[in-house]
C-alpha cells in the first residue's frame, strides 16, 4: 500500500494505544479529530485548536468540492497550506453529506448525482472523482466512497447498499494514487446487522486498506446499539490497522468506543455546542443561558486548566452568551475541545498505566454528578 503507518503500542482489554504517522506528522491514538467542515473549526483559529492537543483534523468533501472547489484549493497549495494546518487532515468523501440530501440525489452503479444546497446546481460524485478531488486537497488520509442507509431502512436495501459501497471501495482503491505518508480508508457498511457488518469487513481487508473506518453509525440508533455493532465487528477487523468510528461522538460514547478497540473519532458535537450555549465538563454539560450563572465568579471548570478556565468566570461566560457576543461562542468552543483532547489523553495514559476499567467508573460516576458540584471522582480527567 503506502508510507502511511501504525504501531499499536500498549493494549489494555481490547483498548489500545498507539501512533499514526503521516506525511504530515504524527496521531496519538486513541484520538479525537475536531472537524473542519469547510476547512476551518468554526470560531478557532489553527494555532488555537492546535493549543488544545489537537494532532489531526477532518475536512468535507462534499463542502469544499462545491465551494471553493479542488482545483482552486489544489492551485493555491493544497488545503495545509489554504487552511494554514500544518498537521495531518482527514478528508471525508462526502457520502454522508450526499445521502443526507434526499431528494436532492440520483444513485447508480457509476455514483451519485445530486444538487448542490447552495444554488442548486446539478453535480456528479463517483469513485474515482472522490479520489481525485481528496488528492487534490492533499488529505494525508483519504475516505472511500460509500452510501449511508437511513436507520429503519429494510435488511434488503441495507445489504443492497452495502454491497454497492464494497463496489465503490474496490474502484477506489484502484484509483488511489500512491504517496508517501499518505492512505486510504475503507468504510464499513451494514446498519444494524451483525452478519451484513462482517460480510463489510471481510470484503474490505480483502481489498486491503491503511485503515478501517465504522460508517453508518450515529444517525439515531443509540449508544446500546451502536455498542452492540461494535462489540460484534471491531474484533473482526485488523489489529495492525487503526479503527475509526465516524461521526461520534458524546463524550461517554468516546470513552465506551475506546474500550472496544476503536483509535480515531470525530464530531461537530463539541464546537456546534460551544455555538449554542453548551460546555462539557468533567462533572456534566452546563448551559450558559441558564440564569444561575449570572452571579457565579467559579470558572467553567475548576478542575481544567484551559485558557478560558483559567481567564473567566461562569459568569462573564453568561454575559457573553446572552448579550450574543461572537466571543462567547469562541471561548465556549475552546474550551470543549480542550475538555475534548483532555479527555483522550487521560484515557491514552490509562491504558498505559492498565488502569481504563477504574477510569471509565470514575468517568461514569462524575458525569452522574450536579456540574459544578462535588469532587471529583476517581479516573475523572
Not at 466512497?145 to 443492497?160: F, H, M, N, P, S
Request: glycine letters at 12%; one cysteine or more.
Amino acid at each position: 500500500m503506502t508510507d502511511l503507518t501504525f504501531e499499536v503500542k500498549v493494549t489494555d482489554g481490547l483498548a489500545r494505544t498507539g501512533r499514526l504517522t503521516t506525511a504530515h506528522g504524527h496521531l496519538d491514538t486513541p484520538a479525537f479529530m475536531p472537524v473542519g467542515t469547510a476547512a476551518t473549526v468554526k470560531a478557532m483559529t489553527p494555532d488555537a485548536v492546535a493549543g488544545t492537543g489537537a494532532q489531526c483534523i477532518l475536512a468535507n468533501t462534499y463542502h469544499l468540492m462545491l465551494r471553493p472547489g479542488p482545483e482552486r484549493i489544489d492551485r493555491l497549495g493544497g488545503l495545509h497550506t489554504f487552511m494554514n494546518w500544518p498537521g495531518p487532515i482527514l478528508t471525508d468523501s462526502g457520502g454522508y453529506q450526499v445521502w443526507s440530501l434526499a431528494d436532492l440525489r440520483k444513485m447508480d452503479e457509476d455514483g451519485v448525482e445530486f444538487k448542490s444546497h447552495l444554488d442548486g446546481s446539478v453535480h456528479r460524485l463517483s469513485p474515482e472523482r472522490a479520489i481525485e478531488i481528496q488528492t487534490l486537497f492533499g488529505a494525508d488520509i483519504t475516505m472511500v466512497l460509500d452510501e449511508c442507509t437511513a436507520l429503519d431502512a429494510e435488511k434488503d436495501e441495507v445489504a443492497r447498499s452495502m454491497q454497492l459501497s464494497m463496489r465503490w471501495a474496490e474502484r477506489c482503491k484502484a484509483a488511489f494514487p500512491d504517496r508517501k505518508g499518505h492512505g486510504l480508508f475503507g468504510i464499513v457498511q451494514g446498519g444494524l446487522h451483525d452478519d451484513l457488518r462482517a460480510q463489510s469487513a471481510e470484503s474490505l481487508i480483502n481489498t486491503g486498506f491503511d485503515g478501517y473506518a465504522i460508517g453508518g453509525l450515529s444517525v439515531g440508533e443509540g449508544q446500546d446499539a451502536m455498542f452492540q455493532v461494535l462489540d460484534g465487528l471491531t474484533p473482526r477487523l485488523p489489529e495492525d490497522r487503526p479503527r475509526y468510528l465516524m461521526g461520534v461522538g458524546k463524550p461517554a460514547d468516546l470513552v465506551g468506543g475506546v474500550m472496544r478497540g476503536i483509535d480515531m473519532f470525530d464530531c461537530v458535537l463539541p464546537t456546534r455546542s460551544g455555538r449554542t450555549s453548551q460546555a462539557f465538563t468533567r462533572h456534566g454539560q452546563l448551559n450558559f443561558r441558564n440564569a444561575r450563572h449570572k452571579d457565579d465568579a467559579q470558572p467553567l471548570d475548576a478542575d481544567c486548566g484551559c485558557p478560558v478556565c483559567t481567564q473567566y468566570s461562569r459568569a462573564y461566560l453568561h454575559h457573553l452568551v446572552m448579550a450574543k457576543e461572537i466571543l462567547g461562542a469562541m471561548l465556549l468552543t475552546w474550551h470543549n475541545l480542550h475538555y475534548y483532547q483532555d479527555l483522550m489523553a487521560a484515557m491514552r495514559k490509562a491504558i498505559a498505566d492498565g488502569t481504563l476499567n477504574a477510569f471509565a467508573a470514575g468517568f461514569e460516576a462524575g458525569q452522574n454528578q450536579e456540574a459544578g458540584s462535588g469532587e471529583p471522582a476517581t479516573g475523572a480527567i
